[in-house]
Nanobody, 119 residues
Framework: QLQLMESGGGLVQPGGSLRLSCAAS????????MGWYRQAPGQARELVAT???????TYADSVKGRSTISRDNAISTVYLQMNNVEPEDTAVYYC?????????????WGQGTQVTVSS
């Protein structure tokens, strides 16, 4: 069983930047893909960015070019840096990790952190 702790949400002015962090803890065996999703009010949860353990990240078109996802495997943490934020970026942001053990793989989700872009 893993726990995910997100941090870094809050109120950001349009054009500003945000940095989200998500640390996994618990009985970690092997984490493959890590990522961020978001859900705006009245909308479905959508992909923001994912990053494999090896290889290139994937970004949603809406954030490509102004976002960077990164990870630190030594501390099982994934980050999301987003620049030039827009009101449309307002949402609850969720981190997710795929955990692999001898028994198979399980996707874990964080509780979510609210990001509000407003002046």
């Amino acid at each position: 069983q893993l726990q995910l702790m997100e941090s870094g949400g809050g109120l950001v002015q349009p054009g500003g930047s945000l940095r989200l962090s998500c640390a996994a803890s618990g009985s970690i065996v092997f984490i493959t893909t890590m990522g961020w999703y978001r859900q705006a009010p009245g909308q479905a949860r959508e992909l923001v960015a994912t990053i494999p353990r090896l290889g290139n990240p994937t970004y949603a078109d809406s954030v490509k070019g102004r976002s960077t996802i990164s990870r630190d495997n030594a501390i099982s943490t994934v980050y999301l840096q987003m620049n030039n934020v827009e009101p449309e970026d307002t949402a609850v942001y969720y981190c997710t990790v795929r955990h692999v053990t001898m028994s198979g793989q399980t996707d874990y989700w964080g509780q979510g952190t609210q990001v509000t872009v407003s002046s």
